[in-house]
C-alpha cells in the first residue's frame, strides 16, 4: 500500500505582515510524516490560497486534504477554499480540524463540503484516520476524536484523551520556504518568532475554548527540547526574541523552574500567557529567572472586577490579585496585558461601568499595564468539554428582545457580520446600540491616553499628542463621542493589540 500523502491548509486569516508559524499544521505534518508524506499551504503567506491549493492539487498525488478552520474572519476563506477543492476534485475526503470544528462539529459536518471533522488534538486522529481510509474500511469509530458521517448520519466517536507525552517531535520548518520570512518586528524585537511550549490548560474557564478542547489537561516540554527548538530559533533562523502561544506558560513553579533556566541560558525577550495567581504565587527566586530570562511581557486574563462573575465563569481568581499582580509586574519590570470581559448577559450595563472604574485604578498602580477590552461572548453548552456539559447552570444568554440566542447551524451563517462579531469578541445580541457605542468611546479615550508599547508604526510625536488631547477626557470621564480623537485615529491609526495582536 503507497504511504498517504496528504496537503495541510492554512486558510488566509491575517495580513502577509502579521504572518506566524502554523504551528498546528507544522505538527500534524510531522505526525503525518513518520507513516507517510506531507505538504504544507499557508494562506497567510500564500496570498491567493484558493490557487495556491488548487495548483498544489495538480502537482501531486494526495489522499485528503486538512484543513485548519477557526471561527471569525477565517470561516469565509475556509468555506472558498473547502468549495473550490470540492469542485476540482469531488473524490477527494476533506478534513477540517482545529478550534471551530471542535467546537461546533455538528454545525461543520452540516456542510456538504466537509467530510470530517477532527476534535481536539489531531496528530494522532489524522494519520489514523488516513490509514484506514488506505485500507478501505467503512468502521472509522475506532478512531478517538473524529466525527464523520455514516450513510448521511453524523458520528460522533468517543474523544481521544489528551497526549500528555512528549515524543521529542522536530518541526519540519523547511516545509515553509524560507522560515525566516515569518519572523517578524515587534516591540520585543527585529526577529520575533512564535512557539509552543506547553499546551493546554489545567484550569476549566466556562468561556474558553483552550478549557473546552482540553478539558483541564496540560502538558509542558522536556527541557531539552525546549532547548533544542529555541536554540534552532535563535542560532539557525536569527530569531532575537519570542512570542510563546502555550495556551497557560506559567503552570505549577516546581514544573516552570528548569524550562526558566533554559530560557535565562538563552536569554530571548519573550511574551506569553499567564495568570495572576500563577505569578503572585511564585517565590523571589523564581522571579530572578523570570527576570534573567528577560520576560517582557505576560497577557493575563483579568475579565472581571466582580468576584460574583469570576466565580460564575469558574476563573479561579479573584479582583484583589488582579490588583496584586499589576503592582507585583511593576516592581520586576514585567508589563502586565489585562484583558476584561464587558457586557456579560446579566447586569450588562451596571457590569461595563464597574470593569471601566477599575481598569481605571489598575492603571493608578502601574500606568504601564496595557489593557484589552472584549465583549463577553461564552459558549454555547454544547461547545464545552463534555466533562462539563449539564453540571451547572449557566446565566441565561437572551438577546435584547429577551428571546434565546439561536446559534449558527452552517458555516454560511457563522459568515454574517453579527456572528463573526461575536466569534471575536466584538458584539453580542443583548448589548444594546447606546452600550456598544459606549464601550467603543471608553476604548477609544483609553488607548489614545496610554496607547500601547507595541504600536511601532505610529511615530512618538504622534503618540504624545494623542496622550495629551484625550487627557481631558480620561480626567474628567468624558467618554461619549470622542469626535476629535477618532478624527485624529485617521491619521495616525493606533495599533490595536485585541485586533492585530502582537
Known amino acids: ?97 482545529g478550534y471551530f470544528p471542535t467546537l461546533y462539529t455538528d454545525t461543520a459536518l452540516s456542510a456538504p463540503y466537509v467530510d470530517y471533522a477532527i476534535r481536539g488534538q489531531g496528530e494522532e486522529s489524522l494519520p489514523e484516520l488516513l490509514a484506514a481510509l488506505g485500507r478501505g474500511e467503512r468502521d472509522l469509530s475506532r478512531i478517538g476524536g473524529l466525527s464523520w458521517k455514516n450513510d448521511g448520519a453524523v458520528v460522533h466517536n468517543p474523544n481521544r484523551r489528551f497526549s500528555l507525552d512528549d515524543s521529542g517531535i522536530v518541526l519540519p520548518y523547511d516545509k515553509l520556504g524560507d522560515p525566516r520570512r515569518y519572523l517578524a518586528r515587534t516591540f520585543l524585537g527585529r526577529r520575533t518568532a512564535a512557539h509552543q511550549a506547553a499546551i493546554g490548560c489545567r484550569f476549566r474557564c466556562t468561556f474558553c475554548g483552550v478549557a473546552a478542547m482540553f478539558g483541564g489537561a496540560t502538558a509542558l516540554p522536556a527541557t531539552a527540547r525546549l532547548e533544542r527548538d529555541l ?3 535563535k ?8 512570542q510563546f502561544f502555550d495556551h497557560n506558560f506559567f503552570d505549577r513553579e516546581a514544573d516552570m523552574v528548569p524550562l526558566l533556566e533554559i530560557m535565562a541560558k538563552l536569554e530571548l525577550p519573550w511574551w506569553c500567557y499567564a495568570r495572576s495567581d500563577a505569578l503572585l504565587n511564585l517565590s523571589e527566586s523564581t522571579w530572578k529567572l523570570v527576570r534573567k530570562s528577560r520576560l517582557r511581557m505576560a497577557y493575563i486574563g483579568a475579565e472581571s472586577p466582580s468576584g460574583a ?17 499589576a503592582e507585583l509586574c511593576r516592581r520586576h519590570g514585567v508589563i502586565p ?46 461547545s464545552k468539554h463534555e466533562k462539563e456539559r449539564g453540571k451547572r447552570a449557566s446565566m441565561p444568554l437572551l438577546d435584547l428582545n429577551g428571546d434565546p440566542v439561536v446559534f ?27 452600550l456598544r457605542r459606549h464601550i467603543q468611546d471608553f476604548v477609544t479615550v483609553l488607548r489614545c491616553r496610554f496607547p500601547t508599547v507595541q504600536d511601532l508604526r505610529s511615530p512618538p510625536w504622534a503618540k504624545r499628542g494623542l496622550s495629551a488631547m484625550a487627557a481631558w477626557r480620561y480626567r474628567r470621564r468624558r467618554y461619549d463621542r470622542p469626535w476629535e480623537l477618532n478624527l485624529a485615529n485617521r491619521l495616525v491609526r493606533l495599533r490595536m493589540p485585541q485586533v492585530s495582536g502582537l
Open 1 to 97: 500500500m503507497t504511504p498517504p500523502n496528504t496537503l495541510l491548509v492554512n486558510p488566509t486569516i491575517t495580513s502577509r505582515a502579521s504572518a506566524r508559524f502554523p504551528l498546528s499544521l507544522l505538527h500534524l505534518s510531522a505526525a503525518l510524516d513518520r507513516n507517510g508524506s506531507s505538504r504544507i499551504v499557508d494562506g497567510n503567506v500564500d496570498r491567493d490560497v484558493v490557487d495556491a491549493t488548487l495548483r498544489a492539487l495538480g502537482e501531486e498525488r494526495f489522499d485528503a486534504v486538512g484543513i485548519s478552520v477557526m471561527g471569525g474572519p477565517q470561516m469565509a476563506p475556509s468555506i472558498a477554499l473547502s468549495k473550490a477543492i470540492r469542485e476540482r476534485r469531488p473524490d477527494l475526503p476533506i478534513v477540517w480540524g
Open 231 to 233: 536554540g534552532y530559533l
Open 235 to 242: 542560532h539557525q533562523l536569527g530569531a532575537d526574541s519570542i
Open 309 to 325: 462573575m469570576l466565580k460564575e465563569i469558574r476563573k479561579g481568581t479573584r479582583p484583589d490579585q488582579t490588583l496584586e499582580v
Open 337 to 382: 496585558e489585562l484583558s476584561f470581559m464587558v457586557a456579560p448577559p446579566v447586569n450588562t450595563e451596571e457590569e461595563t461601568l464597574h470593569t471601566f472604574e477599575f481598569i481605571r485604578e489598575l492603571k493608578k498602580i502601574n500606568p504601564q499595564s496595557e489593557i484589552i477590552v472584549y465583549i463577553y461572548t461564552p459558549l454555547p453548552e454544547s
Open 408 to 434: 449558527p447551524s452552517s458555516p454560511e451563517e457563522w459568515t454574517e457580520r453579527r456572528w463573526v462579531d461575536y466569534a471575536c469578541h466584538a458584539d453580542a445580541p443583548w448589548v444594546s446600540d447606546d
